[in-house]
């Protein structure tokens, strides 16, 4: 495999909720259950419950062993977790148990954790099979049902109470004890920030008890050009309802001890490894080079003169948003 190859695996990129979060994508392609407005991985190709061997766990475990080896090759720290999502429902992927349990083998200790839109969360299997992971991140935007049609955009059929109940399942459920369970709200200016969806959601809230409560807005740019964040003052009022933890890396470290380690710990990838590592990143979100430079422990003269060389040669594209400049892949998402 050559380094600029890699298919399934992105980063590590910078979470504010996980910290330097490895990314495995389980689908391949732009397939979900959801085509949220607010989504940062491009146009959706396919909108569906159907679950299958999108990325067969082989295939996925073999790169993240040749992974594992540059990462050892280079001296780069180890990511804080690993995350499963990627370019749509991880959960639609039939071999879930199986690559958590590679995931554990290949890096011991090291947490892994599940993104999931919670639409699949109503079946029993897939609730048993999450409960492998160390902690899943479920999202419920609305409770509202034309605001959860509006901000969602989900699979004919799916109703937000039932994917509500799900959630609720997965946690008095004595398989998942382990497993914490942190809620992520994300508010799209008018469209899911009503009071009225406030309080269906914290009346939720107080029933789930999950570990943590994540209230956030857009913060790149969304597959929607008019879907707007929401201002600080809602976002404020908010948390405070619900009553919102604050965000921490995963690892417990604060932002300066982490940039310390990122010194200290950098290691000495090599250009062709740096590239692959920046055109899979950007090929599933929109990042900036400082964030790019941060989340992969990388300097970040090397890292804008390897953005500069992928500019010229076409893989990647510039957007501006908020007076900042963000890079994402150019190359046309893989279809099945």
Same mark, same amino acid.
């Given at each position: @495999? ?17 910290? %330097? ?12 259950? @959801? ?13 569906? +419950?159907?679950?299958?061997?999108? *990325? ?31 370019? &749509? ?12 349990? &590679?995931?554990? %083998? ?8 599940? +993104? ?18 160390? @902690? ?14 509006? *901000?969602? /955009? ?57 570990? /943590?409560?994540?209230? *956030? ?6 597959? %929607? ?18 009553? *919102? ?9 604060? +932002? ?27 090929? %599933? ?15 970040? &003269?090397?890292? @804008? ?32």
């Amino acid at each position: @495999m050559q380094a600029d190859s890699y298919r399934y695996i992105f980063g590590p990129v910078l979470s504010g909720r996980l910290g %330097r979060s490895l990314g495995l994508d389980l689908l391949g392609f732009r397939v979900c259950s @959801m085509n949220c407005v607010y989504c940062e991985s491009g146009p959706l190709t396919r909108l569906t +419950l159907e679950r299958a061997r999108y *990325v067969p766990a082989s295939e996925l475990l073999a790169e993240l062993t040749r992974f594992e080896a540059a990462r050892r090759e280079s001296g780069e720290a180890l990511p804080d977790v690993i995350t499963l999502g990627g370019l &749509g429902e991880p959960t639609l992927n039939s071999d879930l148990p199986a690559i958590i349990d &590679g995931v554990r %083998r290949l890096f011991p200790g090291v947490p892994v954790a599940v +993104l999931t839109n919670a639409t699949l969360m109503t079946d029993p299997q897939v609730r048993a099979e999450l409960a492998r992971a160390d @902690m899943v991140l479920p999202s419920l935007d609305s409770l509202v049902p034309e605001e959860f049609a509006a *901000v969602n /955009r989900a699979h004919p059929g799916l109703d937000p109470k039932a994917i509500a109940e799900g959630i609720l399942a997965f946690r008095d459920d004595s398989q998942a004890k382990g497993t914490k369970v942190f809620l992520e709200i994300l508010l799209v200016a008018g469209v899911n920030d009503s009071q009225r969806n406030l309080e269906l959601l914290a009346d939720y809230c107080n029933r789930l008890q999950p570990d /943590r409560v994540d209230v *956030v807005t857009l913060s790149r740019p969304g597959t %929607r050009p008019d879907a707007r964040a929401v201002d600080k003052d809602t976002l404020v009022r908010w948390r405070e309802r619900l009553r *919102v933890a604050q965000v921490a890396p995963a690892d417990g470290a604060t +932002l300066a001890e982490r940039e310390k380690n990122g010194q200290e710990q950098s290691g000495g990838m090599q250009p062709d490894e740096l590239r692959a590592r920046l055109l899979a990143s950007l090929a %599933r979100r929109p990042q900036t080079g400082a964030q790019l430079a941060e989340a992969l422990l990388a300097d970040q &003269g090397a890292v @804008m003169a390897a953005l500069r060389e992928l500019l010229e040669a076409g893989r990647i594209a510039l957007r501006q948003q908020d007076g900042q400049d963000y890079y994402q892949a150019r190359t046309e998402q893989p279809t099945p």
